[in-house]
């Protein structure tokens, strides 16, 4: 059910950079995201997943809102979220509110590739609360080609597990989503990546 995991980053030009000289892979330009004022980079994770490199994008104004995934108040790099993709959106949120998790009600997205297409989808809302970020939103791309259809770079994804001072009630919402997550005690909330990388494993938290 992994859609892509979210790497937000301060300064997307710079991540790239830095992401390229410790993987060895060169993440592909993914597009715009208009009016959110934010852009993202993509590479494959194996199968139909993929990492977002998703930060400030240059070649638009500030926006009025603030950007999502808290990047506004980014010092530094790091994993935020994550997503499923269930095989029908509507009725996955249906049965997780049954369960009693509300994922918030499926509003439609956009955003243009870099050769100028236009790609939609639908998602629940996303956290800003680290905490919450823990918990996945969900993801319906419709009848819009996948991102990992387009031939991406590819790194193999090891691992996803999460750390939270007080694990119990993550687990009840991730149970909801009929999700084993290993979520460990920790100090602080956090969602912990491992790539395969080409010639050892990379970390990403």
């Not at 208009?34 to 993202?40: E, F, H, I, Y």
């Not at 029908?88 to 998790?101: M, N, T």
């Not at 460990?184 to 956090?190: C, D, E, I, V």
Request: no cysteine; proline share 13%; hydrophobic share 40%.
């Amino acid at each position: 059910m992994l859609d892509h995991i979210v790497f937000a980053v301060p300064d997307l030009a710079d991540a790239v950079a830095g992401f390229e000289r410790l993987t060895g892979v060169r993440p592909v330009r993914g597009g715009s995201h208009v009016g959110l004022g934010t852009a993202n980079h993509l590479v494959g994770l194996g199968g139909a997943a993929y990492l977002e490199i998703i930060g400030p994008d240059p070649d638009q104004p500030d926006p009025v809102q603030p950007r999502p995934f808290g990047i506004d108040r980014l010092t530094a790099s790091r994993v935020v979220t994550w997503s499923i993709r269930p095989p029908d959106l509507d009725h996955a949120v249906a049965a997780v509110i049954a369960r009693g998790y509300d994922p918030g009600p499926p509003r439609t997205m956009s955003r243009h590739t870099s050769d100028g297409n236009l790609l939609t989808w639908r998602l629940t809302p996303g956290a800003d609360d680290p905490a919450d970020g823990i918990v996945p939103f969900l993801i319906d791309w419709g009848t819009t080609a996948h991102p990992t259809t387009t031939g991406l770079p590819t790194l193999p994804l090891r691992s996803l597990e999460a750390e939270h001072p007080d694990p119990a009630p993550i687990r009840k919402s991730l149970a909801a989503l009929d999700i084993d997550l290993l979520v460990r005690p920790g100090p602080q909330p956090q969602l912990v990546v491992t790539l395969q990388g080409p010639d050892r494993p990379i970390v990403l938290s």
